[in-house]
């Protein structure tokens, strides 16, 4: 009986272990409030919040030396990375996350420490905190800032998906030049077609289920909506002057208010819950539907595919712009 309970106290000890802690070595990570432009070796941000559901995807640039991170679709996050050295290259492709340590030790360089491990080949692979100095210095592994891998380990599952590009090929969902939104697997440029006022787009067979986020996008004058990762819909936006719409980003509750929605005739409004605001004017979900209007036909279509928890995303960036000449990307 004594060794059954010694044996039992010992499982449960092992069994709520505290997490490994910063090695000294590694770089504890600095944030930042910028989504988009450089990233000093350490920085990152981080704002699950914009997309609270969905699938994870992390995309990994090798020439900028930075991940991003969506979920259902949207970015959440990016941080400034450390890839392979020369002689070590970290591998292009598409990889799935294969194991999750959050306490792991290298079997191949001396016991190293690699907190918050998220295996992607069994040949050596994977992300991990450590040392960001700015350029790729690493045996092939992705390298995060410490406080950036703890953040990342939180919101990834087993099975996720991580793509690795660089500026040699073309990359899918385009790896090496990501943005705000990512970019379907079967990308073509139609699909960002300039749309005329009134026109949409939508395909909710694409994904017929899970949590829906919308970016709401005045510079581009469009809305865009994407189901459980994947781009269902957008249409062409009208935006009433005056102010700024602001940074902001709205929850759908529960329920229905007493009044009629302000874009489908004949059906309740729906109660919306503001979870963030950044710059700009302050903005209600009612001031904000008496502020864009879009084609009725898209509004009833939109109005029956939300669910509470749906996320929208207001912004007076733009979401998408042209490289070259013949290729429209998504980007910041």
């Not at 997490?19 to 409030?33: I, L, V, Y």
Request: aromatic residues 8%.
């Amino acid at each position: 009986m004594r060794t059954t309970a010694i044996v039992l106290s010992t499982f449960l000890a092992l069994s709520v272990a505290p997490a490994m802690e910063k090695p000294s070595s590694h770089t504890k990570g600095t944030p930042t409030g910028r989504p988009t432009g450089p990233l000093k070796p350490g920085e990152y941000w981080w704002r699950p919040e914009l997309s609270p559901a969905g699938p994870v995807v992390a995309l990994v640039s090798i020439p900028q030396q930075v991940i991003h991170v969506y979920r259902n679709g949207i970015l959440i996050g990016r941080s400034s990375v450390s890839t392979g050295a020369p002689g070590h290259g970290t591998p292009n492709g598409v990889f799935t996350i294969l194991e999750k340590q959050k306490s792991h030790y290298s079997k191949t360089y001396d016991n190293a420490p690699m907190p918050n491990m998220q295996r992607l080949t069994w040949n050596g692979v994977a992300m991990h905190s450590g040392k960001i100095p700015g350029y790729p210095a690493s045996h092939g592994c992705i390298r995060l800032p410490y406080d950036f891998s703890q953040r990342l380990f939180e919101v990834t599952a087993k099975g996720g998906t991580v793509v690795i590009g660089d500026d040699k090929a073309r990359q899918p969902r385009f790896a090496a030049n990501p943005g705000m939104i990512l970019a379907p697997e079967d990308f073509n440029p139609d699909m960002l077609r300039p749309l005329k006022r009134g026109d949409y787009d939508w395909d909710p067979r694409r994904s017929p289920s899970g949590p829906v986020t919308m970016v709401v996008s005045s510079a581009d004058r469009a809305i865009y909506v994407y189901r459980n990762g994947n781009p269902i819909g957008r249409a062409a936006l009208d935006v009433s002057p005056g102010q700024p719409l602001g940074d902001h980003v709205f929850t759908l509750l529960d329920g229905v208010e007493g009044k009629p929605s302000p874009w489908v005739a004949g059906r309740p409004a729906h109660k919306w819950m503001r979870v963030s605001s950044g710059q700009g004017p302050s903005l209600d979900g009612d001031q904000l539907g008496r502020r864009i209007s879009v084609n009725p036909m898209f509004a009833a279509e939109l109005y029956d595919v939300i669910k509470p928890g749906a996320t929208v995303i207001v912004t007076d960036d733009p979401v998408v712009r042209k490289i070259g000449r013949d290729l429209t990307i998504l980007t910041n």
